[in-house]
């Protein structure tokens, strides 16, 4: 489970595609993002899905994209089943499910390739609000600490006799009690005491804060979204000129 | 009682927590686990209630596989008080944390209110029973979460860093708890730094480094050992220092150390 929780989250690796501007990331996990969205055959989701996994190991993160993938079939699995039961047809209940798993892949190639910090100057570029910046990166930024908060009750609950794995639907979820519990008052707890750090460390004293780095695009960074941006042109124009069955 | 034999333990990613560990914990014993952050300490005890299981060689019980039982399970024989108590308190009433366990564990309600009276007036907690365990001290969440265990009246109980955040009194009433755990036989691991609570325990000293066990036995002895320590970054006891001091300095013939515990009390006495 815990290796499944990490597909997600950021970690530091020496790839050529960690090494981009990350609105370059940005503008391809945009991309995939649309043409799966726009997709309407089972091949042309299969065919982002590849792309997805070929960018993923370029970025050295074949691993955690497969862990994001296994994280979210079981929601892709209840799409399928949704759709299946309410007469939407077997090839299509497939497809809705497949387009889940090339959409969740396609955001979270960014996320997985972009640190907290390359995250909030993207933020602060594209102009959104500097509170909104900070909320959200913050919220990023503490997900690991709060998966490892969430495993470390576990541990404790565990300890005392809780068997997590035992019993019916009702009482698993009845067992989830002892865990969410702690581990929300833990990250109220934390995010006040985040607050009074903040404050005391005069975050909002001045209301244009000066930055250290600043976002540059390389010429690497322009071929790269030259090229992504022919690559999107290229599958609009499948999409629309080429018929294939569904 | 709790038997590593060849133990290796590798985390998920890679990083080699703990290496061919080969120990023996009698019953009854106090062991106290030191090493420098990262030495293997907190991965070592969680294998002893199956939270973790070996990557090589075996972890037994009394005489049972860890790795045929689940943590639940050993826990009924297994107890461990974690370091942060805000990573298990969350019921609405100190008396519903506490019965958690012994519901859990099925024990008959008669024996649960016995148990749960016993614990609460043990730790001092009586006048909180109805109370959210949230509205504790961090000193009474600590002894909190210790009745929790005790509760369920375990024959390992294991403490990770006890002490931390603890003043000077909590820690003399918690070496008081630990030496009653000992007269009623109960086996107590504890995984700390703090060697001056350790100390006056006189326990079982296992020294750990990188994974490995670098050393294990009596404190008395162990504590002597400057170079041993050093390398496991781990600090002599105040007592230890001053007596070698001491001793190098031919002030007074102490044979050992509690003797001269008892001429610096003296000494400050007058």
């Known amino acids: 489970m815990h290796w499944v929780a990490g597909g997600f989250v950021f970690r530091r690796v020496e790839s050529p595609f960690h090494k981009l501007d990350p609105r370059t990331k940005l503008l391809i996990s945009l991309e995939f993002f649309a043409i799966s969205l726009l997709a309407f055959a089972i091949i042309q989701v299969a065919i982002v899905l590849a792309s997805v996994l070929f960018v993923a190991v370029y970025a050295k993160s074949l691993k955690r994209i497969g862990r994001t993938i296994l994280m979210s079939a079981g929601f892709a699995g209840f799409i399928f089943a949704i759709n299946l039961l309410f007469g939407v047809g077997l090839v299509s209940s497939l497809l809705y499910a497949l387009r889940f798993l090339a959409i969740v892949s396609s955001t979270s190639i960014f996320f997985v390739t972009t640190s907290p910090d390359e995250l909030e100057h993207t933020m602060k570029w594209l102009g959104v609000p500097r509170d909104i910046v900070f909320a959200f990166v913050t919220a990023v930024r503490f997900i690991p600490v709060i998966m490892l908060d969430a495993f470390q009750i576990m541990d404790a609950q565990k300890s005392r006799g809780l068997e997590l794995e035992k019993g019916n639907f009702v009482k698993r979820i009845r067992n989830m009690v002892p865990i969410l519990v702690p581990l929300v008052v833990n990250s109220v707890v934390r995010s006040g005491e985040l607050a009074e750090a903040m404050e005391s460390r005069a975050y909002g004293a001045t209301p244009k804060p000066t930055s250290l780095y600043k976002l540059r695009l390389s010429r690497k960074d322009k071929s790269v979204m030259l090229v992504s941006l022919l690559f999107f042109a290229a599958v609009l124009y499948i999409y629309l000129r080429v018929k294939v069955p569904v | ?270």
């Open chain 2, 1 to 270: 009682m709790i038997n590593f034999s060849n133990v290796d333990f590798t985390h998920q990613n890679g990083v080699v927590a703990l290496r061919a560990i080969n120990l023996t914990i009698d019953r009854g014993e106090i062991v106290a686990v030191v090493g420098e952050n990262g030495a293997g300490k907190t991965t070592l005890v969680r294998h002893m209630n199956g939270l973790l299981k070996p990557s090589r060689g075996i972890v037994t019980v009394d005489g049972v596989d860890t790795r045929r039982r689940s943590t639940a399970q050993l826990s009924r024989k297994v107890g461990i008080a974690f370091q942060n108590p805000d990573h298990q308190l969350f019921s609405d009433t100190l008396e519903n944390e506490i019965i958690f366990a012994l519901k859990n564990f099925g024990f008959p309600e008669e024996t649960i209110r016995q148990r749960l009276d016993w614990a609460l007036n043990f730790f001092g907690l009586e006048q909180y029973t109805k109370d959210s365990p949230l509205i504790l001290s961090g000193g009474e969440k600590k002894r909190l979460t210790l009745a929790c265990i005790l509760a369920w009246d375990p024959d390992v109980i294991i403490l990770d860093e006890p002490t931390v955040g603890q003043d000077a009194i909590q820690k003399e009433r918690l070496a008081e708890v630990v030496k009653m755990f000992k007269s009623v036989g109960k086996t107590v691991v504890i995984v700390s730094h703090d060697v001056e609570f350790i100390w006056p325990l006189q326990p079982r000293l296992v020294i750990m480094s990188a994974g490995r066990v670098v050393g294990d036995g009596p404190a008395r002895d162990l504590m002597r050992d400057r170079g041993l320590l050093e390398s496991a970054r781990v600090t002599q006891p105040q007592l230890v220092q001053i007596h070698a001091e001491l001793k190098a300095s031919n002030s007074h013939p102490f044979v050992d150390t509690l003797e001269a515990r008892k001429y610096i009390t003296d000494m400050v006495k007058r």
